[in-house]
């Protein structure tokens, strides 16, 4: 298959695209570096990068995340701006990409626990997760030419404990070879419409 990894240069990114080399051909996008530029709260950007890479197989996302936010002081504005990439970027993937996928080509998309599981700082993330879920289960049934979506909704990685535990506290993390076998799953699997939980 060939396979394009937004995201790909990330933290998830890398160790995923070097598993799925190995069987596949595995092209990266990204805001800075990777094989084709792209900036996912940009539909333009979105529609050039798919231009340029010309027909996949396959399209992962695993390049953006949303913001921590105070509650007391949460806006429509910092909400709408929190949702421009990984909400709005992520549906815009597969809206624009539908046209580009190969015949039963697939989409997996990057939600996060917070869709089930309340946190303080985090209400903007809550919404975004909870609104991909919806999107997965709705675009699952609406998609044409046996394209198929899912996502997978990890909770923290344990490679990013170091740097961001501090800001969880108690928040069971999950192993990166068990998330990186969520994604291929989906992928190298027949199933659409899922929610894939790697919750710890």
Same mark, same amino acid.
């Given at each position: 298959m060939q396979i394009?990894?937004?995201?790909?240069a990330g933290t998830i990114g890398r !160790?995923?695209?070097?598993?799925l080399a190995v069987r596949h051909r595995v092209m990266t996008a990204g805001r800075s570096g990777g094989d084709v530029a792209v900036d996912i709260t940009s539909a333009d950007s979105i529609e050039q990068m798919y231009r340029r890479v010309g027909r996949i197989d396959a399209c992962i996302c695993v390049a953006a995340s949303g913001a921590l936010d105070?509650?007391?002081?949460?806006?429509e504005a910092t909400l709408l701006e929190n949702m421009r990439g990984k909400l709005f970027g992520q549906i815009n993937l597969v809206l624009i990409g539908?046209?580009?996928?190969?015949?039963?080509g697939s989409f997996t998309l990057t939600s996060g626990i917070f869709a089930d599981e309340a946190w303080p700082g985090v209400t903007g993330g809550a919404v975004i997760s909870g609104g991909l879920h919806s999107f997965v289960l709705s675009a699952a049934?609406?998609? !044409?030419r046996g394209l198929r979506i899912n996502a997978v909704s990890p909770t923290m990685v344990a490679d990013s404990i170091e740097n961001f535990g501090h800001l969880f506290p108690g928040m069971k993390s999950v192993s990166m070879d068990r998330l990186i076998r969520a994604?291929?799953?989906c992928v190298?699997?027949?199933g659409t419409g899922g929610i894939v939980k790697a919750y710890g």
């Open positions: 394009l990894v937004v995201g790909g !160790p995923l695209c070097a598993e105070r509650f007391a002081e949460l806006t539908q046209r580009y996928l190969a015949d039963n049934i609406e998609l !044409p994604y291929v799953d190298e699997g027949s």
